[in-house]
Structure formats: C-alpha cells, structure tokens
C-alpha cells in the first residue's frame, strides 16, 4: 500500500519553534514528529511513503534517507510553490507506483492519532468508496471543518470552518487522514493551488461521488499550536497514543542517551529531555519538552514548556506553559507563564520579567 504525507507547511503558528525545522520534523518525545507518523504508517501495511515537501524540504531526507531502516521505501516530491492541501497531493501522485483503483493513504503531517488506519482502509473497501475521511468528534467544531454522515456513513456536505452559529450542524470534523481511490486523485487540477477542503471534496460531492465518513473517538491531536505539541509529546511518552518509534519505555519521564539529570532533579508528566541536555539538581520538569544541548539550571521549574535545542534556562527560574528558541538564553530567575515565548538566540537578563502575586 502507498501514502502521501503533506509535510511542506510552515508552521507559522508554532514559531519560534519552527524557524530552523519544518514542523514535522520538531522532536516530540525524542524523535522527530514524522519519525512517529512512518512508523505507525508501517504498522498499518504501508511500504511506499510520497513525502510531499516545500519548507525547508533539505531536512529531511538527510535524516529519513530511502526509508530502508523504517522498513520503507521514501520518495521525496518537492514543491517550489505552495499549491495548498489537494494540489500537494496531486503534485506527490507523480510519484506513485499504484493501479488507478488502488486505495492510497494521505495524511497531514501534523496530526496525531491512535487511529487503525488499517482499519480506514478496510471501511473504504467494504464501502466501495471514491474517497474515505477519518472524521472526529470535538468538543468545539468552530475552528474545524465539518463533515456531517448519514446514518451509513455516507458524507452529505462539507462546511471549512463555520462563521455562524446556525452552520454547525455537526460535532463530526476534519480529521486530516483520507483513503483516495487512485483514480480520484489524478482528477485534481495539476500545476496550481487547490484546497482539498474548500474545493476538491466540496466538488467530488456535488458530481455524484462516493465519500465516505469514518467517525473515530481515539486519540486525536492538532498539532498546529506550541501547547498541542508538548501535549502530545508527553502523551506519547506516556502511552497515551502508542508509537512504534518511541526511542525508549513508556512512562513518566523519557532521558535519551547522552542527557545528564542530576539526582536531585525531578522529572515528571511526561517529559522528555534530549540528548546532551543538562538537568541540574532541584529543577521540577512536569510535562516538557527539553530540546538537545539545552541546560536547566538548579532550582528551576518548569510546566508544559519547551526548552530549544541548546538554550539555557538559568537557576530558579519559572516557565509555564512557555517556549524557549533554539539557543537562547533565560537568565536567573525569571517567570514566564503561559503562552510566552523566547525567540531563538535572544539573551533574556537575570530577573528581567517577574509577575506579581496580585496580578
């Protein structure tokens, strides 16, 4: 079976985690995200992966190769221009080796999911579909694409993002995993910008085609924000979501080869320190993501962060729901709570922001 995964996005929203590595490519409990993604791939039956790249695309094939150490064989598409969600797909297909009724495996390069995508494969024969949609139920549909079902799974309309109250008339979305036929695939416009979700599935429908919904309640995680990424990386370390690529045993703290945790350190929630990084005695790290090279200092704590690869996180400092770029540096005590951000190679001074208890 063959795949495309669309990983040529910039992940703006994650910055500064995302200025010098493409998003799938951030490491999420110790490997990076993609690392993770061709492993359960392969699990599911995959052995050819179209890797559809743009944005930095140079990273990646360096570390992935041919994909023979994954038990895969990895074809690298880039694209020179964006050419959005179906043109992506349209332009990796050049690559695929597959017959037109074959079914082919597309996923966003930015999802996490305990999905049986052997499973989806298996509903999309069975259903005898044209195309097939991993569907989820959230909480709040508004910041996603609709995807209403009838009582056989049928899809019977397609809302990107409602603007009204009235509009949502569903809590089933998007979940960015597909089964295309083929065949459908090479019906998308060639050479220019598509949206699979405001154009191709909207239009496959209105012609008469099969689309068929599989509403799936496992895990499922957007990685699209820096919150989302440490959730997941911690999840994963945890066992949340099992991942064939996880460099060591499931638990409360992952230390790759090379680290040094000093033994009156705690580590905790999930947190996954990289290799060469320093952990110092007295730091509490619950629920983080600590980047290779990067030192924390003694007496620093830190909740549901990301320390960059190489940064420095000085003593008795606080981090909360923060991000720290690659090789900065975060003097001694400070306190950056939620959504706070460092950019890469930038010197915070000792005691530089402090919040007060009464704010």
Known sequence: MEAILLVGGKGSRLRPVTEFTPKPMVPTAGVPFLAHQLARARA?????????????????????????????????????????????????????????????????????????????????????????????????????????????????AFTEKPERPEEIVTDQVNAGCYVFRRSVIDTIPAGRPV????????????????LHGVVDRTYWMDLGRPAALIQASADLVRGLVPSPALPGRTGEYLVLDGARVDEGAKLSGGTVVGAGADVAADAVVDGCVVLDGARIEAGAQLRASLVGAGARVGARTVLDGAVVGDGAEVGSDNELLAGARVWCNTTLPDAAIRFSPNC
């Open 195 to 210: 949206s699979v979700e405001r154009e191709t599935f909207p239009g496959l429908l209105a012609s008469g085609a099969h």
């Open 44 to 156: 599911a039956g995959v052995d050819h992966v179209v890797l559809a790249t743009s944005y930095l695309a140079e990273v990646f094939e360096p570390y992935f190769g041919d994909g023979a150490r994954l038990g895969l064989r990895i074809t690298y598409v880039h694209e020179t221009e964006p050419l959005g969600t179906a043109g992506a797909i349209r332009n990796a297909a050049e690559a695929l080796t597959c017959p037109p009724d074959a079914p082919v495996l597309v996923f966003n390069g930015d999802i996490l999911t305990g999905l049986d995508i052997a499973g989806l494969v298996d509903s999309h024969r069975a259903a005898g579909a044209d195309v097939s949609l991993h569907l989820t139920r959230v909480e709040d549909p508004s910041a996603f694409g609709l995807v209403p079902t009838d009582g056989s799974g049928r899809v019977l």
